[in-house]
């Protein structure tokens, strides 16, 4: 069952957290992480502010699933290559397999730490990007 929770880095979204099978586990997965505002300083600001909010409910919540909405950002085309190919455990059915019931671990499930370190080197990006355009970041 998903959990709605109204927060995101970009304005006017929410934060779904579906649960995503890997293997034993289940980890919550969110909908597609903050990108980059294209704004003023002011702007900016909020979104740095909105993109720690995220980071903070994601790590309370164990988010280990990297979706986001530019497929060179979670390497899509990668993963849903490797999602397709997974190998079974000798003597499954692949019609009703399971989490459980693959060799291989789910491509898009990460640990929590690697998830926040995204997160994190998303956030210096947009610090970059603003002083690249002459704005200075705020901290």
């Known amino acids: 069952m998903s959990r ?15 649960p995503a099978p890997s293997g ?31 980071r903070q ?5 164990g988010v280990a ?10 390497l899509s085309l990668y993963s849903l290559d490797l999602l ?5 455990k000798p003597g499954m059915d692949e019609a009703r397999a399971r989490a459980s019931d693959y060799l291989d671990p789910h ?4 640990p929590p730490e690697t998830y926040q370190r995204f997160l994190q080197v998303q956030a210096e990006c947009v610090r970059v990007a603003a002083a690249r355009q002459g704005q200075p970041a705020p901290q």
């Open 65 to 74: 699933v990297l979706l986001a909405n530019h497929q060179a950002q979670d």
């Open 107 to 110: 491509p898009y499930v990460l």
């Open 24 to 54: 034993a586990q289940t980890r919550p997965a969110p909908a597609p992480a903050p990108s980059f505002p294209n704004e003023n300083r002011e702007a900016v600001r909020k979104h740095l502010n909105r993109a720690a909010r995220f």
């Open 4 to 18: 709605l929770t109204p927060i995101a880095a970009c304005l006017g979204a929410l934060l779904v957290l579906e």
């Open 57 to 61: 409910v994601t790590e309370r919540a």
């Open 84 to 88: 397709r190919n997974r190998r079974l």
